[in-house]
């Protein structure tokens, strides 16, 4: 922002300057904090349209930031019956059931069913609770999915029956621990139990999502 104040608009430097604020919009996309990645992009919005006048609406660097803009607005994942117009395609489920992995990296979660997108974390959070009575002294982390820019897609791998992020090997778990249409859908790390709590294995019968 003081480098901002200190270029004026129209300056070699200045339009440089908004795409830098792009470019760190997009690496922190990819953490992910789409909250924090929107106020990089905003910036170099407003910094583009001050460099460009009144021709700034149609200048390619005004229209890419434009969408960058939009791809911060992630909706949540749900589940939705099987039937539905508004269900997700996705162009490697072949892949992941086949257990690929390419050099450890894993399995891109692109959609198929909308071009461009793919299924993105949000950000992590921490939770705490009792999931049953048995583990009312677990804790975890987990974070909500969404439909976003493929270029933030989530990448996993399907092993031991479940699918798991790459990196941090969390699972894709469904809220409230049911298959019910509307329940969102996110990742979950592995519980952790307070010293002392007699229960040190993860439950089994939650309602975890495998490829098949």
């Known amino acids: 922002q003081h480098l901002i104040r200190l270029l004026p608009p129209g300056d070699d430097n200045y339009a440089e300057l908004g795409r830098s604020m792009v470019l760190l919009g997009l690496e922190v996309q990819s953490i992910p904090r789409w909250a924090e990645s929107l106020d990089y992009f ?3 919005l407003s910094v583009f349209r001050a460099n460009f006048g009144k021709e700034s609406d149609t200048h390619p660097d005004v ?3 434009l ?3 939009d791809s911060c607005a992630i909706k949540h994942l749900i589940l939705v019956s099987r039937d539905s117009p508004d269900k997700l395609i996705f162009r490697n489920a072949g892949a992941i059931i086949d257990g690929g992995d390419v050099d450890g990296k894993g399995v891109s979660l692109e959609l198929l069913s909308h071009p461009g997108y793919a299924v993105v974390q949000k950000e992590v959070m921490e939770a705490q ?3 049953h009575n048995s583990y009312k002294n677990a804790s975890w982390n987990f ?3 969404g439909v976003g820019p493929k270029s933030s897609a989530l990448m996993v791998k399907y ?3 479940y699918i798991r ?3 941090g090997n969390s699972i894709l778990f469904v809220s409230k621990c049911s298959l019910v249409e509307s329940n969102c859908i996110n990742l979950r790390s592995s519980l952790v139990f307070k010293e002392g709590n007699a229960q040190d294995k993860e439950p089994t019968s939650y ?3 495998t490829p098949r």
Do not use: D, F, M, Q
Request: proline letters at 4%.
């Open 67 to 69: 969408e960058y803009i």
């Open 63 to 65: 229209v890419k930031t």
């Open 159 to 161: 092993h031991e029956e």
């Open 143 to 145: 974070c909500y999915l």
């Open 42 to 44: 905003s910036e170099a």
């Open 207 to 209: 309602s975890l999502i």
């Open 165 to 167: 992020s790459i990196p």
């Open 129 to 131: 609770g009792n999931l």
